[in-house]
């Protein structure tokens, strides 16, 4: 059974794809049996066959070189770029959390450290009609711990605030902190770091240049980020 870590952000494009590829790509190259895991991905293309192309899992394996197939890594993809419950109202199948909940056990079943990305932010409906289904649902359900990416620039103290005090609120465990677009020297960034820390008591485990191949934290910290599913 595997040990498994939940990727949120402060929203949509702060970096968690690219963030979790770093992530999953220096386990993989420390020789950890690596997989990748999203519930629900929306906004993405089709091949020439009709098929949808899973856009974010497709990007994780190719920037770490895990070999995981993309069907295993998403149950649930849309073509719209909108949250995952209206793209279900658009496109249909709206997600069944039995066979999401399948799938995710399925993962854990085969590899040792599962990185599970969100959809945006941490309040994200996965489903909104007759029945209710919230990206934390999923996030409870699996016994998820997570690290939270921000973006280190103007705006991320309320960004981060917000998202840690709903979480905290919620009794949602979190790992720390990951600034992305992070410029060494820049005293807005560095500060941010700083008072982010302070105003939430969590720790920025790494800090992501723009253009980073390589996500620069010890391997042990990293593996004391994840832990045993249930
Ligand atoms: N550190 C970075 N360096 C270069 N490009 C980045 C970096 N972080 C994010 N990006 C780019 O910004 C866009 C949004 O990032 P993405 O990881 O897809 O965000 P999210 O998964 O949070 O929606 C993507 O095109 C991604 O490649
Ligand atoms: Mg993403």
Same mark, same amino acid.
């Given at each position: 059974?595997?040990?498994? /870590?939940?990727?949120?952000?402060?929203?949509?494009?702060?970096? !968690?794809?690219?963030?979790?590829?770093?992530?999953?790509?220096?386990?993989?190259?420390?020789? !950890?049996?690596?997989?990748?895991?999203?519930?629900?991905?929306?906004?993405?293309?089709?091949?020439?066959?009709?098929?949808?192309?899973?856009?974010?899992?497709?990007?994780?394996?190719?920037?770490?070189?895990?070999?995981?197939?993309?069907?295993?890594?998403?149950?649930?993809?849309?073509?719209?770029?909108v949250?995952?419950?209206?793209?279900?109202?658009?496109?249909?199948?709206?997600?069944?959390?039995?066979?999401?909940?399948?799938?995710?056990?399925?993962?854990?079943?085969?590899?040792?450290?599962?990185?599970?990305?969100?959809?945006?932010?941490?309040v =994200?409906?996965?489903?909104?009609?007759?029945? !209710?289904?919230?990206?934390?649902?999923?996030?409870?359900?699996?016994?998820?711990s =997570? /690290?939270?990416?921000?973006?280190?620039?103007?705006?991320?103290?309320?960004?981060?605030?917000?998202t840690?005090?709903?979480?905290?609120?919620?009794?949602?465990?979190?790992k720390?902190i990951?600034?992305?677009?992070?410029?060494?020297?820049?005293?807005?960034?560095?500060?941010?770091?700083?008072?982010?820390?302070?105003?939430?008591?969590?720790?920025v485990?790494? =800090?992501?240049?723009?253009g980073?191949?390589? /996500?620069?934290?010890? /391997?042990?910290?990293?593996?004391?980020?994840?832990?045993?599913?249930?």
């Amino acid at each position: 059974m595997s040990k498994n /870590l939940f990727i949120t952000g402060t929203g949509t494009d702060v970096g !968690k794809t690219y963030v979790t590829g770093l992530i999953v790509k220096k386990l993989q190259e420390s020789g !950890k049996s690596a997989a990748y895991y999203k519930a629900a991905m929306s906004g993405n293309e089709r091949r020439a066959d009709g098929t949808l192309i899973p856009g974010d899992a497709l990007h994780v394996k190719t920037m770490s070189g895990i070999k995981q197939s993309l069907e295993e890594m998403c149950k649930y993809v849309y073509e719209a770029a909108v949250s995952p419950h209206l793209a279900a109202k658009l496109e249909g199948n709206p997600i069944e959390m039995e066979r999401l909940l399948k799938s995710f056990d399925h993962v854990c079943q085969k590899y040792d450290y599962v990185t599970a990305e969100g959809s945006g932010g941490i309040v =994200c409906p996965l489903r909104f009609d007759e029945q !209710k289904i919230q990206l934390e649902d999923f996030i409870k359900a699996c016994n998820l711990s =997570c /690290l939270i990416v921000a973006d280190a620039g103007l705006g991320t103290i309320n960004a981060v605030v917000l998202t840690i005090e709903y979480m905290k609120n919620r009794q949602i465990p979190i790992k720390g902190i990951i600034f992305n677009h992070y410029e060494p020297g820049n005293q807005l960034h560095e500060d941010n770091r700083l008072m982010c820390e302070a105003m939430t008591g969590l720790n920025v485990v790494a =800090c992501v240049k723009d253009g980073d191949t390589e /996500l620069d934290i010890p /391997l042990e910290l990293l593996e004391r980020l994840y832990q045993n599913a249930p």
